[in-house]
T-cell receptor
């Protein structure tokens, strides 16, 4: 069975500072990995996804993530955050054995301070 | 109009009452899902449907039932609501031809008192 662990439940960060959100997964087969963002009182939006190919994936709003198979990680980074990046971020995994259904981590709440 | 619409947006109900949450979509997607979100637990899958005649239990289906009335409509019912079903509920859709393009609704905040 697949599972996802987000190691930080909350990450406070100052505006224009870098941020890294950590995600580790477990799965018995090849996986597909995702990061979603949830702004206050909204649904989830896809930030980026890794399906195959280059291990460095670039997404919207300046975010990027790196797939590391040996460490079973998919950490999300942004070099300089804005106030508008304040949101909750979810890492998710999917694999063919699970019928391509998404399994989510517990979420990381990012609070950007001025 | 939103691609995935959930109604109601907010609901307070009493323990023991039956309640239905509704989801409709204009994406033309064949697959639909119901998730619940709890603080620190992320989103957990309740039920999913790969087409109108296909209904499957997710990891936390106890206490819930669903109905896929049409390709565009997927409703979630709580037959007898209990306080630990207080949560934020999300409907999502995807297309079997594009398995990783999930679209989420804006959520229904349910409080059971």
């Amino acid at each position: 069975a697949q599972s996802v662990t987000q190691l930080d439940s909350q990450v406070p960060v100052f505006e224009e500072a870098p941020v890294e959100l950590r995600c580790n997964y477990s799965s018995s087969v090849s996986v597909y990995l995702f990061w979603y963002v949830q702004y206050p009182n909204q649904g989830l939006q896809l930030l980026l996804k890794y399906l195959s190919g280059s291990t460095l994936v670039k997404g919207i709003n300046g975010f990027e993530a790196e797939f590391n198979k040996s460490q079973t990680s998919f950490h999300l980074r942004k070099p300089s955050v804005h106030i508008s990046d304040t949101a909750e971020y979810f890492c998710a995994v999917s694999d063919q054995a699970a019928g391509n259904k998404l399994t989510f981590g517990g979420g990381t709440r990012v609070l950007v301070k001025p | 109009d939103a691609d995935v619409t959930q109604t109601p947006r907010n609901r307070i109900t009493k323990t023991g009452k039956r309640i239905m949450l509704e989801c409709s979509q204009t994406k033309g997607h064949d697959r639909m899902y119901w998730y619940r979100q709890d603080p620190g637990l992320g989103l957990r899958l309740i039920y999913y449907s790969f087409d109108v005649k296909d209904i499957n239990k997710g990891e936390i289906s106890d206490g819930y039932s669903v109905s896929r009335q049409a390709q565009a409509k997927f409703s979630l019912s709580l037959e007898s609501a209990i306080p630990n079903q207080t949560a934020l509920y999300f409907c999502a859709t995807s297309d079997s031809r594009d398995l990783y393009g999930y679209t989420f609704g804006s959520g229904t905040r349910l409080t059971v008192v």
